[in-house]
Nanobody, 124 residues
Framework: QVQLVESGGGLVQAGGSLRLSCAAS????????MGWFRQAPGKEHEFVAR????????FYADSVKGRFTISRDNAKNTVYLQMNSLKPEDTAVYYC?????????????????WGQGTQVTVSS
């Protein structure tokens, strides 16, 4: 079992920055494929970024590439999502997810464990 707790969401003006945290317990994040997803009202889960287990290769959705950075602190067993140059269309509930078995993927159904989500609202 892996428990995930997100934090760091909030209200920010367009062009601003936020850093989301995902604290994990039950398993070390370096042994998990970790992903960030978001869900806007009335929409499906959308892939944002992922970091592979072990070496930590990263991959981003085109919509956030160059603005968002996913990283991992093994000592704190925490994954981060640094979000810069935020846009109103980034407004959503952001979720952290973990998978312990599958290869790295952008498919939300492949992730076994999910946090409760944190709201990010970007005003224009």
């Amino acid at each position: 079992q892996v428990q995930l707790v997100e934090s760091g969401g909030g209200l920010v003006q367009a062009g601003g920055s936020l850093r989301l945290s995902c604290a994990a317990s039950g398993r070390t994040v370096s042994n998990c494929a970790m992903g960030w997803f978001r869900q806007a009202p009335g929409k499906e889960h959308e892939f944002v970024a992922r970091i592979a287990r072990g070496g930590g290769n990263t991959f981003y959705a085109d919509s956030v590439k160059g603005r968002f950075t996913i990283s991992r602190d093994n000592a704190k067993n925490t994954v981060y999502l640094q979000m810069n140059s935020l846009k109103p269309e980034d407004t959503a509930v952001y979720y952290c997810a973990a998978d312990v078995n599958s290869p790295p993927t952008e498919v939300p159904e492949r992730y076994e464990y999910w946090g409760q989500g944190t709201q990010v609202t970007v005003s224009s």
